[in-house]
């Protein structure tokens, strides 16, 4: 499963998923094939009823696309794999190792979060070398008055 968020502005985000604003989150073009199978997450208040629930399929989707409502801030998308899918199937394909591949310019950004060391700064944008077209670099800078979260294009 490949989860996404709709927000890369959301500090408890960054502090689950980025090691407390120590990592970085990437950004993806929403028109990349895989990416664009991504569906969005549900954040009910009770669990699921599987009353209508007639096939594997829908019992998968049910079940991955649900989440409890005190979840809802992450606005998640999730892309669901299966090494085999069949085409009727809202699955992406994976190989037999569980890797989806994306496309070659579906990364379009990243982002530096705003504890990161400069040392892991400068290992990402040497990896960033390696791609064979442009990825944008952004900051995350917290808020001089609020809790919040900027996200700035880097200069």
Request: charged residues 25%; proline residues 5%.
């Amino acid at each position: 499963m490949l989860c996404f968020s709709a927000h890369n502005d959301i500090p408890l985000m960054w502090s689950h998923y980025a090691d407390a604003h120590r990592g970085i989150c990437l950004i993806f073009d929403a028109k990349d094939p895989v990416i664009g199978m991504a569906r969005k997450v549900n954040y009910p208040d009770a669990y699921p009823v599987f009353g209508n629930v007639h096939t594997p399929i829908d019992m998968l989707l049910v079940t991955m696309l649900n989440k409890a409502k005190y979840w809802q801030y992450e606005h998640e998308y999730r892309a669901i794999a299966c090494a085999d899918p069949n085409e009727a199937d809202p699955l992406v394909e994976c190989d037999s190792l569980s890797y989806v591949k994306l496309g070659a310019t579906a990364l379009v950004g990243v982002v530096f979060g705003c504890a990161m060391s400069e040392s892991d700064r400068w290992q990402v944008k040497e990896l960033l070398e390696l791609s064979h077209h442009p990825i944008e670099l952004y900051e995350a800078r917290k808020g001089h008055r609020d809790y919040g979260i900027t996200i700035e294009l880097q200069r």
